[in-house]
């Protein structure tokens, strides 16, 4: 099999779709059992210079940090920056963080999802490098160019800058908390949702739409989801293959200039959760989240394909309806979204006449890259990751306002628009099925 971690950062990976052999910016990935002992090696190797600031947050320090700290205070002045448990990667705290490294010459951060967010869009903003050392296989942003900020209260994806180095412990990804172990493996399993869903837009209304993405991830993905078992036990060679798929997943986000081959609908139903939580809710990881939405996703997605060529109706969702929801400030923003893919008028005849002509296209591409609702959640289950909302505290009631008013924040179309707007069809009765 072809190492395509390797083949992106020599820049030989050969495009399924034009034949252009494509790279990628970062310099290096490292993924091996144990680093403990090369973490200065590796960063003299990048050249970032005397002055690092290494970020980490109160339970990342102790997982790792002081174990990089000392490592690179033999080749570099350290800055200490150690973050509050539970910090959230919103603009205000990006902005302190820009502050507090103002005098570095590079940003080390040592974490997963949030603190390698914010020093990704600080850095950015600084037009300084950055490096990470990984602390859990949470997530698939390690080497994406984009950072998910939330600004206003509203869950964005801004432009950033990818990693010149991510280096990979397995030995310290084997002893994350289950809970993140098991949110990387969510956040990975919706390839295949998101998959159909820019497909789907992209026959309809012609969105542009890359194969890349997801050819990187076809053979590694095979190996992590065949036995969902070796993730529960927190096998070294089932975190491993994790931590290789969340990779190139960063990577084919990268390819294509943001997320949208690894993000629609099931994240936006995971985003509404972050932007309009029920009142007293513990909250959830993102993965856990994204987890429980792919399931609901593949499920209407299935319902839809199995079925003769859809017809939509106008859309009876209302600015003053959306306001309802999320509140005016929000609601105002989630409208501007919305309203750019909203069906309305001649829009929805020709919409109807188009997805009359793609249907047998889009269901022959569904039944070869497409997983059932029932494969996403035996997976998730042998795992021993949550499947329902009510695993996460959430109350099904809740849930159904959650998928039913989740595709407004983005203007991304997809199968959550066909089943929201469908003539016949309550999608918040899929959403609980």
Known sequence: MTDKIKSLLEGRYTDPQTGETLGVANRTVVIERDLRGSEADLI???????????????????ALGRRVEQALSSIASISSIVL???THPDKNTAISLIAATDKADALIAVGSGTINDLCKYASASQKKPYAVFATAPSMNGYTSINAAITVDGLKKTLAAHGATGVFVD?????????RLILSGYGDSICRSTAQADWYMAHKVYGTPYREAPYDLLYDEEDILFSDPQAIAKRDPTAIE??????????FGMTICGGSTP?????????????????????????????AVTTVTSATVQEFILNSAPPVLTESKTTQATINSVFGDDLGKLCWEEYRQKRLYGE????????????????QRHHAHRGWSGKRVRDALIQAGA??????????????RTAVTYARTIRNRFSFLDIACDLEGVEIADLAVT
């Open 241 to 250: 293959c994790l931590a290789r798929v969340l990779t190139l997943s960063g």
């Open 84 to 86: 509050p448990a539970g």
């Open 170 to 178: 397995v030995g310290v990804f084997v002893a994350a908390p289950m």
């Open 386 to 399: 949550p499947t329902k909302p009510q695993d996460l505290g959430l109350s099904p009631d809740y849930y």
């Open 44 to 62: 003299r190797g990048l050249g970032f210079g005397r002055s690092l600031a290494v970020v980490s947050d109160e339970n990342t320090y102790a």
């Open 347 to 362: 829009i929805v005849e020709r919409t109807n006449e188009r997805l009359k002509i793609v249907w047998p296209e889009l």
């Open 262 to 290: 690894a993000s629609q609908g099931e994240h936006m139903i995971s985003h509404f959760m972050d932007m309009v939580p029920p009142l007293g809710w513990a909250g959830a990881y993102h993965g856990e989240q994204v």
